[in-house]
């Protein structure tokens, strides 16, 4: 299986039942294989103060999110469909319902996009509504830093520099 170096750029929102919005975002190194007719992304991010492993597995009908570390869970998320889980941390185990709302993802010649609509629940309760959107692009390709900055690759390569 072949492992190409990416940026992975991530959106998330988070609306709870407050109707309070959390956004975030952030750019993370990550690998990208092919696998059948789909592609897996792996990257890693920090949770609840904690360094989680994260696998995303793209397939033609459904989108696996899945985490590993002292946070854990995987989530399966097909439009219309409601998936039982088990979220995992530290503290213990809560059960939790999702139900997804939207799953996209395109491969681009260079990179590709992804976008989740989905709510969450436990028991009975609804808690939020969170969406997440990604990008990807070959590392090799970009000339930015973690943040997003571009960087200078030597003289007559400066941004805005001729040549």
């Known amino acids: 299986m072949v492992q190409v170096r990416v940026w992975l750029t991530l959106q998330d929102a988070q609306r709870d039942a407050a109707g309070a919005w959390r956004h975030g975002a952030r750019r993370v190194p990550a690998t990208l294989m092919e696998q059948g007719q789909g592609l897996r992304l792996r990257y890693a991010e920090m949770v609840a103060e904690t360094l989680t492993q994260v696998e995303l597995t793209l397939a033609p009908a459904e989108i696996w999110v899945c985490r590993t570390g002292p946070v854990a869970m995987r989530m399966r998320l ?86």
């Open 78 to 163: 097909c439009p219309g469909e409601d998936w039982a889980m088990d979220y995992h941390t530290p503290q213990g185990s809560l059960p939790m319902r999702v139900r997804a709302k939207e799953t996209w993802w395109r491969r681009l010649p260079s990179g590709g996009h992804l976008a989740l609509g989905y709510e969450l629940w436990v028991g009975d309760q609804w808690i939020s509504y969170n969406t997440l959107r990604a990008r990807w692009r070959p590392a090799e390709e970009e000339t930015g830093d973690e943040h997003g900055r571009t960087l200078a690759r030597g003289p007559g390569h400066a941004p805005g520099a001729a040549g």
